[in-house]
C-alpha cells in the first residue's frame, strides 16, 4: 500500500521515501513567547507576548495558586506550590497534563515528575533548555529585552507542549531573586 505523489516520493506504511535526489524539507514552527513582569497594581504578576507584541496570556495569584489565563479569559493552566522542605517544588496542571517541578537552590539543579523531560542549565541562572527523552530540543528560555524592559525568552519547538514550558519557565521566574540590577549613587 504506498502513493506516489508529484515530487517522486512514496508514502510507505507511513514512513517517506524518497525516490528521486531532491532533498526532502521538514518545517520546524518555533514559538516566541515573551515573559515580563506585570509591575501595575492588581493580581497579575506576569503577562505573555508573542514575537509581535501581541498579549497572550496574564499570569495572577490567586489564594492558593497562581493561574495561566488567556486573554479570552479562558484558564489554561494552573500552578501549585508543593510543601517540600529545602525544594522549590510546583504542580503545573493543564486540562491534559499535570507535571511536578522541583528546583534544588542547594544543589543548583532541576527535575521533572511526570515527564521524560530533563532540564539542561542553569534554572537559577536564568538560561536553560528543556529536553524531550529522545535528547530533542523542547523549549530554550533566555534573558531578554522587549520594549526597553527586561523579560526572558522562551524558544518553544513543539506547539502541543506551550502551556508546559511556559508553567515551567514561570515557576523558574518565581524564584528570580534579582531581574534587573541597577546601581544607585548616594
Sequence with gaps: MYRK???????????LINHTKLPIISVVMILKRYIKRDKSPGDT????????GNE?????KTKNSYILTGVNGQKLLKIKELPFPKLCAYSIS????????FM????NNSYFYGTAW?????VFSGS???IGADNSLVCSREKSFMDGRSCCMLDIKAE??????LGTAICAQLHAKIENLCVQTV
Excluded at 56 to 60: A, C, R
Excluded at 104 to 107: E, F, G, L, T, Y
Aim: proline share 2%.
Design 118 to 122: 530533563q532540564i539542561r542549565g542553569d
Design 5 to 15: 505523489n508529484t515530487c517522486g516520493t512514496f508514502l510507505f506504511a507511513d514512513k
Design 94 to 101: 493543564t486540562a491534559d497534563n499535570n507535571i511536578k517541578f
Design 56 to 60: 497572550l496570556y496574564y499570569f495572577s
Design 160 to 165: 502541543h507542549s506551550e502551556l508546559l514550558c
Design 128 to 130: 536553560f533548555d528543556i
Design 104 to 107: 534544588n537552590p542547594q544543589k
Design 45 to 52: 504578576l506576569f503577562e505573555i507576548f508573542d514575537e509581535l
